[in-house]
């Protein structure tokens, strides 16, 4: 079983920049890692992914302001979200998969707000 704990979330101006943590007492760097976003009502939708081999691809819609990476030594992957804008408000979700397993963090919150 992973465990994967998101923090870094919270109320940010329009323009403002956050870093969201994903931690995980287990070594990450053969999963592949993928930040989601959803809101209420609506399936989850793909912010960004990391590859185990270094690849990243990012979801369509949020590709320009985002960026995720990894620190493996401290079982971390980071997701930077720079000028925010109130779309990107939203509940953030970790998601780890390797092969058939997957999981997730329990989401941290997002608000872009003046």
């Known amino acids: 079983q992973v465990q994967l704990v998101e923090s870094g979330g919270g109320l940010v101006q329009p323009g403002g920049s956050l870093r969201l943590s994903c931690t995980s007492a287990t070594d990450l760097s053969f999963y592949t890692m993928k930040w989601y976003r959803q809101l209420p009502g609506e399936q989850r939708e793909l912010v960004a992914g990391?590859?185990?081999?270094?690849?990243?691809d990012y979801g369509y819609s949020v590709k320009v302001r985002v960026t995720i990476s990894r620190d493996p030594t401290k079982k971390t992957v980071y997701l930077q979200m720079n000028n925010l804008t109130p779309e990107h408000s939203a509940t953030y979700y970790c998601?780890?998969?390797?092969?058939?397993?997957?999981?997730w963090g329990q989401g941290t919150q997002v608000t872009v707000s003046s």
């Open positions: 990391s590859g185990s081999g270094g690849s990243t």
């Open positions: 998601n780890a998969v390797l092969v058939e397993f997957s999981y």
